[in-house]
Structures are given as C-alpha cells and as structure tokens.
C-alpha cells in the first residue's frame, strides 16, 4: 500500500520560510493529483493549496503569492514552500494525494509547524 509521509515542520519566526516535504513510498505517479491541506486544534482541516485536472493548481487566498506546491518526480515527493510565514499559518499540514486508478484518497499523518518569536 502507498504511503505519503510528511517532513520538513517545526519552529520558524514570523515572517520566515520552511519547505515542507512529502515522500511518497512508492510512485508518485500513483496519484493523479495532489495537495496540501493544514488543520487548526478543534478546527476543519482546509485546503492550502492542491493540483486539479488539466494540471492547474488551487491556491487558498490567504497563501497566493507565499506558498508554491512543485514535485520532483524522480524522487517521489510533492514540496511545499512557504514563504513570509505568518502567526495563523501555525497548523499541522497534511499531504493528501487522490489515486489516479481509483480516486480513493491518501493521507499523511502530518507535520506540525509553528510559528513563534
């Protein structure tokens, strides 16, 4: 069974960067699309950013311009970059890949990142 695993969360100032990872454990041409969501203690999860058919990407307002989801194909894994990080972006991010065989969906485990002086 493919498995999405997270990597690359943690402590960062206002106003920093992170990458975040997700490798997949197997192909990523396993999913047809892919994206990251994020979710709030006590909160919905959300959709941060996700790749849609015909190979566009969706971005959540609140990270156009900041954030930019890409893929390395040889190495299995989907990116995040978050740029100018701000106090509310304090979430655990999920991975999230939809099978292109089957559209069942995949989910990380998730990465916390914080967002702190």
């Known amino acids: 069974q493919v498995q999405l695993v997270e990597s690359g969360g943690g402590l960062v100032q206002p106003g920093g960067s992170l990458r975040l990872s997700c490798t997949v454990s197997?192909?990523?041409?396993?999913?047809?699309?892919m994206g990251w969501y994020r979710q709030a203690p006590g909160k919905q999860r959300e959709l941060v950013v996700a790749?849609?058919?015909?190979?566009?990407?969706n971005y959540a307002d609140s990270v156009k311009g900041r954030f930019t989801i890409s893929r390395d194909n040889a190495k299995n894994t989907l990116y995040l970059q978050m740029n100018s990080l701000k106090h509310e972006a304090e979430d655990v991010y999920y991975c999230?890949?939809?099978?292109?065989?089957?559209?069942?969906?995949?989910w990380g485990e998730g990465t916390q990142v914080t967002v702190s002086s």
């Open positions: 999230r890949g939809i099978a292109a065989s089957s559209n069942d969906e995949c």
């Open positions: 197997g192909s990523i041409f396993s999913f047809g699309r």
């Open positions: 790749e849609t058919n015909g190979g566009r990407t």
